[in-house]
DNA sequence: GCCAGAGGCGCC
DNA sequence: AAAGGGCGCCTCTGGC
């Protein structure tokens, strides 16, 4: 049985506490507490928590030992509901709602917070504590259980909401918990990869060669880190190129490309990943990125620096667990497709979403003929949107084998140029269109109706490229979106099934978790990634037969998994 | 000196 | 084979 109770900060450490009905509103007096933590660890009936924000509370708790089973986020709760509502660009505070709901000037939100690298204690920096009394923030809560009922599927929306809450639970534990990370690894790594620093400072060895070389093969000093300057040696060379992206220039023959290529890839370990940020980010054998659930509009997870979930493969070989310790790490294998079986309810692509094995394999029995790589780009260029291409033959064929399923994401695709909203499977919505006066300006430059290749003018007040655009942003929304619902559900899932182990969750991203644990512990960790899939499956969809298998690796280093 | 935007590239 | 979706973050540039 789940108990509430809610919760406010107070001044010095206290809290104001209330417990609450079945109805959402107190069955008894706010009561002020004087320690915070000793209100929670005291109350172990209590099952979920009603808050402002988890940012304000949780990391109070995790550094006095307490953990909570569940909690109600008001803050993302009311995040959730005002896309829902239409109301993307709304200010989403508890204060906001509040004076929606009683009809006073409605406070702009606070500017975001700017991680400082490394820093142990962003978490610890309050917003202004108590800005809400807690009678009012049960107020604005007993408006969004209201809300939460209008929605077309109430349930799926208040499911999103509390697994975003756990989310948000999430991102403070893997916050506290840090990724391991060997420092000394890294430089070796680093020193391997990059060369030796000289003394005076500026490019390691290995860069200023092979920048070397670049000027060398163009018979000029050239800085490949210089695009213009790249182009313009290209072009004396007899070469037009349109920018310096590596795939424009992976095909040239002219001796200049391997080391320039090589250069790019080594500048943006040293730069992104280098000998700073392991300065700035990695202390006491953790990596601490601040997770920011919900991030994007589509519902994954962003981090606020450090760059987390973009670590290059090759540096993860500095992610090495404990002694005795090992990490577990599962990826959610085609993710996507699996989702978008189960969204569409395509009974031939569900069939092939039935099995745990290689999916683009069982399409391309069933419509390419054994083409694995066909059928795996035709998939895939039905989720982002392609255009042009082989792409669009193989659309075709995969349209003739999985009707419904492309037609999920087609019309998504229609109801984005016709300037609608869209939403996930459990309702997270995507922003409104932009029009093309505001884009103006906003300085977003339009397309020239004059010029042929921008189409025929639109009939919805947007650039016909505008509206294309918008359309394959709400055709991907959908089952990345859907995907996000999904992972997150079985984040929440794993989290709960991981307590009273040693293993701590200590890294997510997208359709990939870590847990650090003893290494005794691994099979049962590898079991319970299972269980949570299962079950994420089964909340998020319904009765389906679409299975959400994990390639799990139980590893001694990051790197050692794939 | 600050800031926004562009170019580029890492991850999914 | 072509360059579709979502991000964060680095450098450099150019305007103020």
């Known amino acids: 049985m789940t108990e509430r109770w809610a919760l406010a900060p107070t001044e010095h450490g206290g809290a104001a506490i209330a417990p609450l009905g079945p109805d959402g509103r107190p069955t008894a007096p706010v009561t002020h507490e004087p320690d915070l933590a000793e209100a929670v660890r005291s109350r172990p009936e209590a099952t979920r928590w009603v808050w402002r924000d988890t940012h304000s509370v949780h990391p109070r708790l995790l550094a006095a030992g307490v953990r909570v089973d569940r909690c109600y986020d008001i803050e993302a709760a009311e995040t959730l509901l005002l896309a829902h509502e239409g109301r993307h ?144 040696a290209f072009a004396q060379a007899g070469i037009k190129l349109t920018s310096t992206r590596r795939w424009e220039i992976e095909g040239i023959d002219h001796p200049a490309v391997k080391p320039l290529i090589a250069y790019k890839k080594l500048y943006r370990i040293y730069t992104a990943h280098g000998w700073s940020w392991l300065q700035d980010w990695v202390r006491d054998g953790r990596f601490r990125p601040e997770y920011l659930p919900g991030g994007t509009v589509s519902g994954r997870w962003t981090t606020n620096g450090g760059g987390a979930l973009q670590i290059p493969k090759v540096v993860r070989r500095a992610v090495i667990a404990d002694p005795g310790w090992r990490l577990v790490v599962a990826d959610a294998a085609q993710m996507e497709p699996r989702v978008l079986a189960a969204i569409s309810r395509d009974p031939a692509f569900m069939e092939v979403a039935g099995q745990d094995g290689d999916l683009y394999q069982s399409v391309s029995d069933r419509a390419f003929s054994g083409d694995r790589g066909q059928a795996k780009l035709a998939v895939l260029g039905a989720i982002y949107g392609q255009t042009s291409g082989d792409g669009l033959k193989n659309l075709a064929l995969l349209r003739r084998r999985f009707p419904r399923a492309v037609a999920y994401v087609d019309e998504a695709a229609r109801a984005g140029e016709e300037g609608r909203l869209v939403r996930t499977w459990l309702g997270r919505t995507c922003p409104p269109a932009v029009n093309a006066a505001d884009q103006e300006e906003a300085g977003i430059p339009q397309d020239d109706p004059d010029d042929p290749a921008s189409g025929p003018p639109s009939t919805y007040g947007y650039t016909s490229s505008n509206s294309r655009a918008r359309g394959r942003f709400t055709r991907n929304f959908v089952v990345q979106g859907s995907a996000a619902d999904w992972a997150l559900l079985m984040l929440a899932a794993l989290r709960r099934e991981l307590d009273g182990m040693a293993a701590e969750l200590v890294f997510f991203q997208h359709d990939e978790v870590i847990v650090h644990c003893p290494r005794d512990e691994a099979d049962r960790v590898a079991e319970a990634i299972r269980s949570a899939s299962d079950l994420a499956g089964r909340l998020t969809f319904g009765r389906t037969p679409v299975r959400f298998p994990f390639a799990v690796a139980s590893v001694e280093c990051y790197a050692d998994a794939k």
């Not at 400072?201 to 070389?213: V, Y």
């Open 89 to 232: 660009g709304e200010p989403r505070s508890a204060a906001a709602a509040l004076a929606r709901l009683r009809g006073g000037p409605v406070p702009p939100d606070p500017p975001p917070r700017t991680a400082a690298p490394g820093s142990q204690s962003s978490l610890f920096e309050p917003r202004p504590p108590v800005d809400v009394s807690l009678a009012d923030l049960l107020d604005v809560y007993a408006d969004q259980q209201r809300r939460h009922a209008t929605t077309a599927h109430p349930d799926r929306l208040r499911l999103l909401t509390a697994s975003e809450s756990a989310g948000m639970l999430v991102a403070a534990e893997m916050h506290a918990a840090g990724l391991p990370w060997r420092a000394d690894v890294h430089r070796a790594l680093l020193t391997e990869l990059l060369g030796e620093r000289y003394a005076g400072g500026g490019e390691p060895r290995r860069l200023a060669e092979l920048a070397d070389e670049v000027s060398a093969a163009f018979g000029r000093r050239v800085r490949p880190d210089l695009p213009a300057d790249v182009v313009k």
